[in-house]
């Protein structure tokens, strides 16, 4: 078996994929290449998608994977492909014509897939065709770069229910996505819930994109520097639980997903797309709704209670492995040896 995996494509999100592969298949078996893709437009295929095709023998099956925050399917790609994976599937809002070739995928993250003399060399094989995107695709490589190996996600460390650490986007906010009404807001009242708590030590908060560009004004009380991605896992091992709400255009962000491979205790407001199987509330995580009573509350009832965040602890690590790791992802699809 071998895969071929399209030049283009935002490499912060084909990442996790590639390194399924690499995994499955072995490094010498995953090529870059354009040529099976060019029936394709060209804007489709550079988006945050990632096409590819995996031969054996005489056969050859298309896939696609959607890694990006709308659950919309896109219609080309679909047509394209022998199967459709969406880390945003949305069954009940698909039209029935997308429905058969349509698998739901855990929401997946930024991994560093291989070593820096391997990512140099992939991108400078995957430089997109005009020289203007040659200094965004670059960039992209770079932040990577940044990015920790998947090894690195992994449950552990001590948790001290004393203490929760949150460090979030900012969002900007417009006439489409209402975010200051959404995930901003979700998130501002779930760290001034926590804030209340008198035997509770709150680190982190929003981080902003920048003034003009996220409504400060709204969430002054909450914003932070950044953290490196080191102390955010660290830190995140240590907190006794975990916020998850549904992000831009109401995705599952990369934080579910690190979440998850983290197997943190995760509280939660209602999850709006599929997941490969639902969440059980009480089972693998805690869900509530989005007042700052009930967050409070619940983040309270988890420091009191570390049976039950040990519990919520386990059996999300246990979904993981089973639907969320870049080889259960890729099963997912149908795609094992």
Request: hydrophobic share 35%.
């Amino acid at each position: 078996m071998r895969a071929i995996i399209d030049t283009a494509g935002d490499i912060l999100y084909k990442s996790f994929y590639i390194l399924g592969l690499t995994e499955l298949l072995g490094a010498e078996n995953v090529q870059f290449s354009s040529s099976p893709f060019t029936e394709i437009p060209y804007t489709l295929r550079n988006d945050k998608v990632m096409n590819f095709v995996v031969q054996e023998g005489v056969s050859e099956k298309r896939y696609t994977i959607a890694c990006n925050d709308h659950h919309a399917v896109i219609p080309e790609l679909y047509e394209w492909c022998d199967v459709y994976g969406s880390v945003n599937a949305n069954r009940a809002l698909a039209e029935e014509r997308f429905h058969p070739k349509l698998v739901a995928l855990c929401p997946s993250f930024g991994v560093r897939y291989a070593p820096v003399s391997t990512l140099v060399a992939h991108a400078l094989r995957c430089l997109p065709p005009q020289p203007t995107r040659w200094k965004k695709h670059i960039g992209k490589y770079r932040r990577l770069l940044k990015r920790k190996a998947y090894s690195q996600y992994t449950p552990g460390g001590e948790v001290d229910s004393h203490y929760l650490f949150t460090c979030s986007t900012l969002w900007y906010n417009d006439e489409w996505n209402h975010n200051d009404e959404n995930v901003n807001l979700d998130r501002a009242t779930f760290i001034r819930a926590c804030r209340s708590i008198e035997d509770l030590t709150l680190e982190g908060g929003l981080v902003s994109q920048g003034a003009g560009r996220s409504s400060e004004e709204l969430f002054r009380d909450c914003l932070c520097l950044p953290y490196s991605t080191d102390q955010w896992i660290a830190l995140t091992r240590k907190s006794v639980c975990v916020f998850n709400t549904p992000a831009f255009w109401q995705c599952h962000g990369w934080k579910l997903g690190e979440y998850m491979a983290l197997g943190k205790a995760i509280v939660s407001t209602p999850l709006f797309n599929d997941l490969p199987e639902p969440l059980v509330s009480g089972t693998h995580y805690h869900l509530t709704d989005r007042s700052f009573d009930s967050l409070r509350d619940t983040v309270h009832h988890l420091m009191l209670h570390p049976e039950y965040r040990r519990h919520l602890e386990h059996n999300i690590t246990d979904y993981w492995q089973r639907y969320g790791t870049p080889l259960a992802s890729l099963a997912l699809l149908g795609i094992t040896r």
